[in-house]
């Protein structure tokens, strides 16, 4: 009884130290830009075959830049082969950068094709005092719909 005792504490005791290093490494990646907290994006249906691209940063505290540095939106016919149809920069598109802590906008409305796909590569940026981080992210494909 005594071994089973010592077997199942061991056990117990390897997989808190195996959690512990797992959860170390998530915080790890998590807290890797000094300047992003979080970012991500995408391209909605609407109707007519418009589509809707959006973005959503978050800072690590008040930043003097904030949003999206640039926007690539891509189309396909077969959902496979894509091609480059709008590119959006933000020295074009004040809209697409602010200040402050969060940046949630939808940006664009693009007329789209219905019953074809569409995919956006969405570079998110904070910065603060000259310094800044930019990440790219890259949206689910949706179609257009009627």
């Given at each position: 009884m005594r071994r089973s005792g010592r077997r199942v504490i061991s056990g117990i005791l390897a997989l808190i130290m195996i959690c512990s290093v797992l959860c170390t490494s998530a915080s790890a990646?998590?807290?890797s830009s000094l300047y992003l907290n979080s970012y991500s994006g995408s391209v909605l249906p609407d109707k007519?075959?418009?589509?809707?691209?959006?973005?959503?940063?978050?800072?690590r505290g008040f930043m003097d830049e904030i949003g999206v540095k640039t926007i690539f939106l891509y189309e396909s016919e077969d959902g496979k082969d894509f091609h480059r149809v709008a590119l959006y920069e933000s020295t074009d598109y004040p809209v697409m950068m602010g200040s402050g802590t969060v940046f949630n906008r939808d940006l664009f409305r693009y007329q789209g094709i219905v019953g074809r796909y569409y995919v956006a590569s969405i570079y998110a940026y904070a910065g603060k005092d000259g310094n800044g981080d930019m990440r790219n992210y890259t949206t689910t494909m949706i179609m257009a719909k009627a």
């Open positions: 990646a998590t807290y007519n075959g418009v589509v809707v691209i959006s973005a959503h940063v978050t800072g």
